[in-house]
T-cell receptor, first 114, second 111 residues
């Protein structure tokens, strides 16, 4: 069974631009979560989607948004990029997202903002 | 969410068992204990999880104390590839779809 895939793996943008990252969950998984990892803040939860609905949201500004499609694939968008948005963005999929289901992570997208 | 406390780092000899402690003294009855690890620059990898009973899988064993205030992850025969940051996470009972990562324990397996 294929794992979680994320595209692109690496991305370089400049301040003020916007970016869209993509995540394809494991087949059959309907929950997709997004996390940001930086050296200073560690791994932080961004949001979680299930059946195209956002169920949970972390403490990030409105510049960070996401969506999920009917095939469970998900995208996240960051508008008006700032230097501090440079990070590893990780996507995780789970059968239902409930606490008894483990989450499986993708390899991440490394975003660099210049 | 129940908070967890882990030692910042520990060393382990290759081939020996690695015992990773985690304190979660404020855990509630419906909260699960999860362990993940992250090898440098990769996405976190699920290891094991449990509620009350001890659990074992092909990667590790999870020992949860009877009062559930602490747990220990056991890697039975550590290899160099087990060098990673290990995260102990407690998930609440309902409507919690996220993992709250702390700083974790940096485990270094030495030959």
């Amino acid at each position: 069974k294929a794992g979680v895939t994320q595209t692109p793996r690496y991305l370089i943008k400049t301040r003020g631009q916007q970016v869209t990252l993509s995540c394809s969950p494991i087949s059959g998984h309907r929950s997709v979560s997004w996390y940001q990892q930086t050296p200073g803040q560690g791994l932080q939860f961004l949001f979680e989607y299930f059946s195209e609905t956002q169920r949970n949201k972390g403490n990030f500004p409105g510049r960070f948004s996401g969506r999920q499609f009917s095939n469970s694939r998900s995208e996240m968008n960051v508008s008006t990029l700032e230097l501090g948005d440079s990070a590893l963005y990780l996507c995780a999929s789970s059968l239902t997202g409930e606490i008894y289901n483990e989450q499986f992570f993708g390899p991440g997208t490394r975003l660099t903002v210049l | 969410d129940a908070k967890t406390t882990q030692p910042p780092s520990m060393d382990c000899a290759e081939g020996r068992a690695a015992n990773l402690p985690c304190n979660h003294s404020t855990i509630s009855g419906n909260e699960y204990v999860y362990w993940y690890r992250q090898i440098h620059s990769q996405g976190p990898q699920y290891i094991i999880h449990g509620l009350k009973n001890n659990e074992t899988n092909e990667m590790a064993s999870l020992i949860i104390t009877e009062d559930r205030k602490s747990s220990t992850l056991i890697l039975p025969h550590a290899t160099l590839r087990d060098t990673a940051v290990y995260y102990c996470i407690v998930r609440v009972g309902h409507n919690d779809y996220k993992l709250s990562f702390g700083a974790g324990t940096t485990v270094t397996v030495r030959a």
